[in-house]
């Protein structure tokens, strides 16, 4: 054993003391890709070290997402249930009522919830679809929730719309790498997606784009996705990191699934190159063990969607994530921090 000790090579402080956590807008896949090959006590180390220098790690930001208009969607994205062109679909439901969501609001404010995610199966939303979707985001706001919507694709005068109700983030994920995302969607291209969440921050909201680990995709296009969103103009606020969500009649039904230590690693990389971020792990949870969630806490996710359903597939109970961030001596984020 000591003469194992004695050929075992120990990086010095003084090399580890070199890297310096940095906030940068011109990250490239293979710089990326090298960040997510590190050995991993190297790479939770640098994930550690950005997530302290902007971030509380003891600190978790709780949001819940309601699916308030589910099914029907035109869109042909290969992971998505509610998809109208997939088998075994989700069965098209017509958009909530104003007091419906205000209620669940209020259900999810009294669960912990700092704010409260709005989910539309749209292609883009109808002029009469927003009034009542901007009457909610006014209700949820007025409760002292922050608010959230994702309802497909905007053009610049719906994102002033919104931003006049008192919205506070749009989400609009990318997916995945601009290279692999005609293998998952053909209905929309990479740079609409672009141009929407251009039209929402010029808008004067907070962007939270983030994409999706199990789909098929490779090493690379993990990495393209992450220095895609690194080098966006201003980094999103809120950055979801999706583990995919097999569902039966979905094209990706039969994916590969991807192992634990895989995902941690595409966690601990948007850490690094988005420190400033809230960096979140959204769908896929249910499916990870409590050493999984706590290992993505180290990699430097400090944000998690609590309910026992993410638009249409399943999340964790809340007594599981209340029992789990105890444990862990974690607690949530006050609603605007």
Request: charged share 25%; net charge negative; aromatic share 6%.
């Amino acid at each position: 054993m000591s003469d194992l000790l004695t050929r075992t090579s120990v990086p010095s402080p003084r090399r580890a003391a070199a890297w310096q956590p940095e906030l940068r807008h011109d990250w490239t896949r293979d710089e990326v890709a090298d960040l997510i090959a590190l050995p991993f006590p190297e790479l939770i180390w640098r994930a550690q070290t950005a997530h302290r220098a902007w971030f509380d790690p003891t600190r978790v930001q709780i949001s819940t997402l309601l699916s308030i208009k589910t099914g029907g969607c035109p869109e042909d994205c290969a992971y998505c249930p509610q998809s109208a062109r997939h088998e075994q679909g989700v069965k098209a439901e017509k958009l909530m009522a104003v007091e419906a969501v205000l209620k669940e609001a209020r259900a999810a404010k009294a669960a912990g919830a700092g704010r409260f995610c709005m989910g539309a199966a749209w292609r883009s939303p109808r002029e009469r679809d927003l009034d009542s979707v901007c009457t909610m985001i006014e209700g949820v706001k007025a409760l002292g929730l922050e608010t959230c919507v994702t309802l497909g694709m905007l053009d610049a005068h719906q994102s002033r719309r919104l931003r006049d109700a008192g919205l506070d983030y749009y989400n609009h994920n990318l997916d995945t790498s601009p290279e692999y995302y005609g293998e998952i969607i053909t209905t929309r291209t990479y740079q609409e997606r672009l141009d929407t969440l251009e039209n929402v921050r010029n808008a004067g909201i907070n962007v939270c784009c983030g994409g999706i680990v199990g789909m098929g995709e490779d090493e690379s296009d993990r990495a393209g996705l992450i220095a895609t969103l690194a080098s966006l103009p201003h980094h999103p606020e809120s950055v979801p990191i999706n583990l995919l969500v097999r569902v039966a009649g979905t094209p990706l039904a039969e994916a590969e699934s991807v192992d634990p230590l895989t995902f941690v690693r595409v966690i601990a990389a948007a850490r690094i190159t988005m420190p400033a971020s809230h960096v979140r792990l959204a769908a896929g949870r249910e499916q990870m063990s409590d050493e999984t969630h706590a290992l993505a806490f180290l990699a430097g996710a400090n944000s998690i969607f609590c309910g026992d359903k993410l638009l249409t597939t399943p999340n964790p109970a809340e007594h599981r994530d209340r029992k789990l961030l105890a444990a862990l001596g974690m607690t949530p984020m006050v609603a605007g921090h």
